[in-house]
Structure formats: structure tokens, C-alpha cells
Nanobody
Framework: QVQLVESGGGLVQAGGSLRLSCAGS????????MGWFRQETGKEREFVAA???????????DYADSVKGRFTISRDNVKNTVYLQMNSLKPEDTAVYYC????????????????WGQGTQVTVSS
């Protein structure tokens, strides 16, 4: 049984930083893309960042334009864990952040992803 468990969300002031973690279990994620999406209440889930598999110690990253230059995704393929370092946070970054995994290439379209975590709330105050 595949599980993705996020942690690291919380309340932060604008301009601050948070680091989200997502630990995968139940299988190896070799060959899987791992990524992050976010969802505000009443809105559709939107792509944030993804790291495609390129080998045990490498990954190829993709970012939404709204977070490029502020967020950094990384993955530890030995630990089956993906991270999202979020800097220069803005109030518009407030959302529930979800970790996801899919075999093969990443996608910016959330229905393409097979596995999801339960989400972690990030709130940025102005």
C-alpha cells in the first residue's frame, strides 16, 4: 500500500520561509516523478513543482511560473522523500499543499498523478 505523508506546513509571515517534506512508503519510487500541488478553498488544485526521476542521485525539476525563483524542489531517492523549500513567501501562497507521485514523466495536470498525500496547510500572513 503506497503512502505519501507530508509535513512541515504552518503559519509564517510574508517574506518568510518554510520547508515541506513528503515521505513515501509502500514501494520504491525509482522511476517515479514526485511533485507538489496546492489548493485553495473553492479552487482547483494547481501545479507547484515536480522532480522527475533521472537516476538515484539526480532529478529534473519543473516549476509553476508563480513560484519560480522562490521555491526549490529536491528529492532523496534513497529515503523516498521529496522536499519543497519555499522562500520569500507571499499571502497568495496560502493553500493546502499536496505531495504526489506518478510513474514516468511528471505532468502539470493533477488527474495524471496516481498517488496523493493527505495535504498540509500553509498560511502566509501579510
Amino acid at each position: 500500500q503506497v503512502q505519501l505523508v507530508e509535513s512541515g506546513g504552518g503559519l509564517v509571515q510574508a517574506g518568510g520561509s518554510l520547508r515541506l517534506s513528503c515521505a513515501g512508503s509502500g514501494r520504491t519510487f525509482r522511476g517515479y516523478a514526485m511533485g507538489w500541488f496546492r489548493q485553495e478553498t473553492g479552487k482547483e488544485r494547481e501545479f507547484v513543482a515536480a522532480a522527475s526521476w533521472r537516476g538515484t542521485y539526480t532529478a529534473e525539476a519543473d516549476y509553476a511560473d508563480s513560484v519560480k525563483g522562490r521555491f526549490t524542489i529536491s528529492r532523496d531517492n534513497v529515503k523516498n522523500t521529496v522536499y519543497l523549500q519555499m522562500n520569500s513567501l507571499k499571502p497568495e501562497d496560502t493553500a493546502v499543499y499536496y505531495c504526489a507521485a506518478v510513474l514516468g514523466s511528471s505532468s502539470r495536470y493533477y488527474p495524471d498523478w496516481a498517488y496523493w498525500g493527505q495535504g498540509t496547510q500553509v498560511t502566509v500572513s501579510s
